[in-house]
């Protein structure tokens, strides 16, 4: 049998990046930049004021306190967007707005909030120093500076970061596009009566969120029959436009395996058995040349384990990003677990983080079909090939779920 290890190592061997697209900002959400991103100007690009109140001079209001308020003449009002070249002199102030470019001559802001808020007049109770409430021109960012590397992945902030430096568009390496379909005869939408022998399709529902999770757009296909021209029809329709490509079911040692039956021979496919439990069934390759297809096993937990071993890093490569699995942490057994000689085994089970080190609980039922053990779970305890067994109170590696 194929270790995991091994098994992953081709895949991202096989692997190359998606090539960069020019995308408009609303559309580069989860992207990944492909060039770095320097700033044409600087951040703040001029000096203004970071509250709404007076612009002075520090010197006019040395002496400004409540027993002892300084009085000034207003001399203009100065909004966000004022292009104005106001200036100040001794005795004098403005009116400033928050964002607001500083006068000239001016070299503090006093908050409204020190004041009377006078509109002609201006009482003033107590000091400000030089500086003071001024956003200096490049204290966030200086011209020319990379403010996002390649690599980066784009959030939320990255995306406010681009737009702050005047970017509309910008070269990512997009989001893996994913087909997600499920096989199976025995297998009825959701919100559909089941009749005997009958189950709802529970897979191609997971591993689409799991991939959005992951960073990918997922397309639901729904499921096929276990019909041979169906299958490869199906999939062969997914290669227009898919990046990448999930089956579920159908690859063990059934006599209706549909999908090892269509996919061998075809581009790089290949049906293997990897020491791992659960998940032991897996294929992979490449259709087409270029769009890796997953043929994952058909019981949900095997499906959604071998998607986070083995698919996900697969969808980090295409971006470029590291294939880092997901987050590992170290975490001590309240309760013992065996495990198979010679296959890793990923058992569903629940972390909690307290004082101290973190705690794991493998749930109960840890059958390859029992998706309410896996639902109840938010990690997957990492057992290696080589230990069969560990005691309660043991360290243990953990596989967190979201
Ligand atoms: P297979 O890999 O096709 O032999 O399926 C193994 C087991 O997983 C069988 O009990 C199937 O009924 C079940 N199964 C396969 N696909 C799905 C699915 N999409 N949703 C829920 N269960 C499934
Ligand atoms: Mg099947």
Same mark, same amino acid.
Request: charged share 20%; hydrophobic share 40%; glycine share 12%.
């Given at each position: ?24 900002? =609303?559309?580069?959400? !989860? ?8 700033? =044409? ?126 970017r509309a568009r910008v070269l990512v390496r997009p989001r893996p596009r994913v087909a997600v379909l499920s096989t199976g005869s025995e297998l009825i939408e959701p919100g559909r009566p089941v009749g005997p022998g009958q189950i709802w399709d529970s897979n191609s529902f997971a591993l689409t969120a799991a991939v959005t999770e992951a960073g ?32 579920? !079911? ?123 053990a896996l639902a109840s779970s938010n990690a997957l305890i990492v057992v290696p090939e080589d230990v069969t067994e560990r005691a309660a109170g043991d360290l243990v590696d953990v596989l967190e779920l979201s």
């Amino acid at each position: 049998m194929k270790r995991v290890d091994e098994h992953l190592a081709d895949i991202l061997g096989a692997i190359r990046e998606l090539p960069p697209l020019e995308l408009a900002l =609303p559309e580069s959400y !989860g992207g990944v930049l492909a060039e770095p991103v320097t700033a =044409p100007v600087d951040l703040p690009p001029f000096d203004n004021s970071a509250m709404d109140g007076y612009a002075v001079l520090a010197s006019d209001v040395a002496s400004a306190a409540e027993t002892s308020p300084v009085t000034l003449s207003v001399v203009g009002d100065i909004a966000a967007g004022d292009q104005g070249a106001y200036g100040i002199g001794p005795g004098l102030c403005a009116r400033i707005m928050t964002g607001a470019p500083l006068p000239g001559g001016a070299d503090a802001i006093v908050p409204v909030e020190w004041t009377d808020g006078g509109t002609a007049k201006v009482t003033i109770r107590r000091s400000a120093t030089p500086g003071h409430y001024i956003r200096r021109a490049g204290e966030d960012v200086t011209a020319g500076q990379t403010v996002l590397p390649a690599g980066t992945r784009l959030g939320p902030a990255q995306i406010g970061m681009l737009a702050a430096v005047g970017r509309a568009r910008v070269l990512v390496r997009p989001r893996p596009r994913v087909a997600v379909l499920s096989t199976g005869s025995e297998l009825i939408e959701p919100g559909r009566p089941v009749g005997p022998g009958q189950i709802w399709d529970s897979n191609s529902f997971a591993l689409t969120a799991a991939v959005t999770e992951a960073g990918g757009v997922g397309f639901r296909q729904g499921t096929v029959g276990d019909d041979p021209r169906e299958v490869l029809a199906t999939i062969e329709e997914q290669l227009a436009y898919a990046d990448l490509i999930i089956t579920s !079911g159908g690859v063990s040692m059934g006599a209706r395996d549909v999908v090892k039956e269509v996919l061998s021979g075809l581009g790089t496919m290949r049906f293997e058995k990897v020491a791992m439990r659960p998940g032991k069934p897996q294929g992979f390759g490449l259709l087409d040349d270029h769009v890796p297809v997953f043929t994952l096993p058909g019981n949900p937990v095997s499906a959604y384990v071998s998607f986070q071993v083995f698919v996900r890093p697969a969808l980090r490569a295409l971006q470029g990003l590291p294939p880092a699995p997901p987050r590992t942490v170290r975490a001590r057994l309240t309760a013992p677990i065996i495990s198979p000689d010679g296959l890793r085994h990923y058992l569903r089970a629940a972390v909690a983080y307290g004082e101290g080190e973190p705690r794991v609980t493998p749930a109960e039922g840890q059958g390859s079909h029992q998706v309410f053990a896996l639902a109840s779970s938010n990690a997957l305890i990492v057992v290696p090939e080589d230990v069969t067994e560990r005691a309660a109170g043991d360290l243990v590696d953990v596989l967190e779920l979201s």
